[in-house]
């Protein structure tokens, strides 16, 4: 074999890796340099490029480096930019976003909107950082912009007054998503199903009314395939392909029996993986060759995530099925739907995946350190968060800059990972 073919596969081999979601080594992040920018991160793939990550954890669980514990209530998430560390919660009747110092230490509190009251009250959502500008929404589809470094807002859109937005019981969860200079949304309204906002000045770049149906709680990728970019997302009961650049619906598909829907969207090479708990299924689509259609490939009603997240790693699912108590970690084929594997012993379980390793929180507050191994789940070290509250700990982790990050109600955890 010459050597040129051997570059040329070699090339090819690492390039297949990528597409498939195994991810590329990169320089190491510290704290400071740490970038996890959204929801599910830079990719919103919820993978980390973190290297250099200890194998096996301390009797205990690793070292904690400091505990924020004024977060206020709720389920948001992190987003991490530019040496600071980015969350929202709810003080009495106003939800706040607040940014730490990545040692911990509280730079600012701004104000937006009103405190959810109703169904599971708390804020949902993660602020998404880009251009030094913060994007987040709100419960009842308040959409703000602010600036990262001192908090000002600069701009805010009332998604029920400007569209009509609609949604279900436990209020809006979308994490919104900033593609160039427009953020996605997805109101679910009487006067617009999705629209795309200019990211300086909040006004409304397009809308989408080709579609009927209300918001779901699911958060958004964009994908590119055959030349177009198109943002992906599960409204109430279907799941929907829109394009980036005009706001046309290019293609739907009804999915969801509950009204549920809240995992992202999974893409690769023309297929999207769609899931939803309480025994809606996971499904595998594929993209027409058009880009107008897409078709079922497969589906396994038992692979039902309900909000903890699906990972795509070297041609395989994996996540927690929701049937039966959520007992299920399931690994599946992501292009048959063929059961790799399935294992009982991490319970419910949101999670991320870093350096060859799965990292699991269960709703009960156990965190986990999973190796994979071809016939299931080897895991290596377990500790239990603090009990500082009876709420459910439904937070995803986050593990950027050697740190694994947990969010549990009103408090943030820091935890040093990094081998020593």
């Known amino acids: 074999m010459?050597?040129?073919?051997i570059k040329t596969l070699v090339a090819a081999a690492f390039l297949g890796s990528l597409l498939l979601g195994a991810p590329a080594s990169a320089p190491a992040q510290t704290a400071d340099s740490a970038w996890w920018p959204q929801f599910h991160g830079p990719n919103r793939d919820n993978i980390s490029t973190d290297t250099g990550l200890l194998?096996?954890?301390?009797?205990?669980?690793p070292k904690l480096i400091w505990d924020y514990p004024d977060c206020g209530k709720g389920w948001s998430g992190i987003a991490i930019a530019k040496g600071r560390i980015l969350t929202a919660g709810d003080f009495g009747d106003q939800e706040m976003l607040i940014a730490l110092d990545t040692s911990g230490k509280f730079l600012w509190k701004s104000p937006n909107g009103a405190a959810w009251q109703g169904a599971e009250p708390g804020s949902r959502t993660t602020p998404t950082y880009d251009d030094g500008m913060l994007f987040h929404m709100n419960p009842t589809g308040r959409l703000a912009a602010y600036d990262a470094s001192s908090g000002k807002e600069a701009w805010s859109v009332d998604l029920q007054s400007e569209f009509g937005a609609r949604y279900g019981t436990w209020a809006m969860a979308e994490n919104v998503l900033v593609e160039g200079d427009k953020v996605l949304c997805l109101p679910g309204g009487s006067k617009a199903f999705a629209a795309a906002l200019d990211k300086r000045t909040g006004k409304t770049i397009w809308t989408n009314r080709e579609f009927e149906e209300r918001a779901a709680y699911c958060s958004p990728i964009v994908a590119s395939y055959r030349g177009v970019r198109q943002m992906i997302t599960l409204a109430q009961r279907s799941v929907v392909g829109i394009d980036v650049a005009t706001g046309k619906l290019l293609w739907s598909h009804p999915f969801g029996k509950v009204w549920q829907n809240t995992t992202s969207p999974v893409f690769h090479d023309g297929y999207v993986f769609i899931t939803c708990g309480h025994s809606s299924g996971g499904q595998l689509l594929k993209i027409n060759p058009d880009v107008r259609g897409i078709s079922e490939v497969w589906y396994r009603k038992e692979f039902d995530?309900?909000?903890?997240?699906?990972?795509?790693?070297?041609?395989?699912?994996y996540g927690c099925g929701?049937?039966?108590?959520g007992k299920d970690f399931f690994c599946v084929d992501f292009l048959t739907g063929k059961t790799r594997f399935t294992s009982k012993t991490l319970g419910k379980v949101s999670i991320t995946y870093a350096d060859g390793m799965l990292y699991c929180l269960s709703d009960k507050g156990k965190m986990s350190l999973a190796a994979i191994k071809p016939d299931g789940l080897d895991v290596v070290s377990q500790f239990d968060l603090p009990?500082?509250?009876?709420?459910?700990?439904?937070?995803?982790?986050?593990?950027?800059?050697?740190?694994l990050y947990l969010r549990h109600a009103n408090h943030l955890y820091a935890y040093d990972v990094r081998a020593k």
């Open 305 to 317: 995530n309900c909000h903890g997240g699906v990972i795509l790693l070297e041609g395989c699912l």
């Open 387 to 403: 009990k500082v509250s009876p709420d459910l700990t439904l937070c995803h982790p986050v593990v950027c800059g050697g740190r």
């Open 55 to 61: 194998r096996k954890w301390p009797a205990g669980g």
């Open 2 to 5: 010459s050597a040129s073919l």
């Open 322 to 325: 929701c049937r039966l108590g």
